[in-house]
């Protein structure tokens, strides 16, 4: 299965922007916000651009692995490793999302019954 033109244009877009609805927009110059969304929720459901997006993931996987097991050698050059790094994390959060960060929430509540049987007693 290969991509249509537009399909590509997308995929490349949603890589890009990471949006799925701004890159339907731009690709598809729809004028309506919602046919937008309707389309780039069917496109990223299309086998074929699916496997386009894993590819992409692979290549930032393997970046990372790179820049892992090299990072010894590439002292002399951080800022090339750090600017590789960074998109390849950066890539893989727009494939697959953001880690789910933990929040730990407390609540306490307080229950309090009043009587004003009490109150209306005394001021008889």
Request: hydrophobic share 35%; glycine share 2%; charged share 30%.
């Amino acid at each position: 299965m290969s991509l249509r033109p537009k399909q590509k244009k997308f995929a490349d877009k949603y890589l890009e922007l990471g949006n799925a609805t701004e890159a339907a927009a731009q690709t598809y110059k729809v004028k309506k916000r919602q046919t937008a969304e309707a389309i780039g929720y069917e496109n990223l459901r299309k086998p074929q651009i699916m496997t386009y997006l894993a590819l992409h993931d692979n290549a930032a996987q393997n970046t990372i692995i790179e820049v892992m097991n090299n990072s010894k050698e590439l002292k002399d050059e951080p800022a090339h490793a750090r600017v590789a790094l960074d998109s390849a994390k950066d890539v893989l959060d727009r494939l697959h999302g953001k880690a789910t960060q933990r929040v730990e929430q407390h609540s306490t509540s307080v229950n309090l019954n009043l009587s004003l049987k009490d109150l209306t007693d005394t001021q008889q």
